[in-house]
């Protein structure tokens, strides 16, 4: 996140269980999330390498490209001409990374959603025992994966009816500046949005906590209830911090909060006890629990695929 607030998130300790609410709907939600392709990912986006991945510099090239390649993969196509929304930061050339899967039902695939992070950061940071890079495992390479891997598992399903966006923005360090460029220009294109899910350092659990991770701006809507409801367990939860520090207004679910007016959310993890190492050199990926990520990418799943199904828009603002 921007280096002037703090994030948040939760966490695992523990293998998680869920079922569908069996009042709602049957919707397919098996899930095989590869534990082993979550940690390789994210070691390369949080090497060396990339240089922390400064917009605007050859690492984050690497990351986009990185990023493409996987979407090619697994058959998630771009939304526009190619991979890339170009935008301008700083006199920096910059660019989002954005995948698309069409919905597969003739009326609801005009409505979308869009599950996004991050996958930018600061670049260097202040040395210790020589080393200055500042690699951003947390924040927010795994985030970042987080958006690949469920891009992955909508592509092998192909059982989304809503479309779906998946966008890795750039410039979240620089102001949330892609995340802003994408919503004014989508709004441009009156997309009908339904609702955005935001990933936001998602590396570490919380702990003692009765929820896998929190959400920003808790009370601005039902999210988190229909959340709960649609998995069957208490995946999202509240954090008074990210009430008290306002986190609503400073991740990249807010742009599309003020242009579209519709739930927009970040999921985290980092709840400010758990990790000493935000903007920190020391952002690594052996200081991450790839257990615990994939267990809440299996948990969050089946309540994103239940979203892009519902006949009716159930998310809602209050």
Do not use: W
């Not at 493409?68 to 196509?77: H, R, S």
């Not at 742009?255 to 519709?262: K, T």
């Not at 006890?273 to 267990?295: G, I, K, L, R, W």
Request: charged share 25%.
């Amino acid at each position: 996140m921007k280096n002037n607030f703090f994030k948040l998130a939760a966490v695992l300790s523990a293998a998680f269980f869920f079922a569908c609410n069996s009042g709602q709907e049957a919707v397919d939600t098996e899930i095989e999330v590869s534990e082993v392709e979550i940690e390789e990912n994210l070691r390369f986006l949080a090497s060396d390498e990339l240089q922390g991945r400064a917009t605007g510099t050859e690492g984050i090239e690497k990351a986009a490209t990185f990023i493409e390649e996987y979407f090619k993969e697994y058959d998630v196509a771009p939304y526009f001409e190619n991979y890339r929304d170009r935008f301008e930061v700083e006199g920096k050339e910059a660019f989002n990374v954005v995948g698309f899967l069409e919905g597969n039902d003739q009326e609801l695939k005009d409505e979308f959603i869009i599950i996004g992070a991050h996958y930018d950061h600061i670049g260097f940071g202040e040395a210790v025992e020589n080393d200055s890079i500042a690699n951003g495992a947390n924040d927010n390479a795994a985030g970042t994966v987080a958006v690949m891997e469920l891009a992955r598992r909508f592509a092998e399903k192909e059982n989304n009816a809503r479309s779906l966006l998946f966008i890795l923005f750039s410039g979240e360090e620089l102001g949330l500046t892609g995340a802003k460029h994408i919503a004014q220009k989508l709004k441009a294109k009156n997309l009908d949005l339904y609702a955005v899910v935001n990933l936001e350092m998602i590396g570490v659990p919380m702990e003692e906590k009765d929820h896998l991770a929190y959400l920003t701006g808790y009370e601005n809507s039902n999210y988190a209830e229909k959340f709960n409801e649609y998995v069957g367990e208490k995946v999202l939860g509240f954090l008074p911090q990210a009430k008290e520090y306002n986190l609503f207004q400073r991740s990249d679910n807010y742009p599309f909060f003020e242009e579209f007016n519709i739930p927009s959310q970040t999921i985290s993890t980092f709840d400010f006890t758990n990790y000493d190492y935000y903007h920190h050199v020391s952002d690594e990926a052996d200081n991450m629990d790839f257990q615990h990520m994939a267990n809440l990418i299996e948990a969050i799943f089946p309540a994103i695929s239940k979203m892009a199904n519902t006949e009716e828009k159930e998310i809602k603002l209050n």
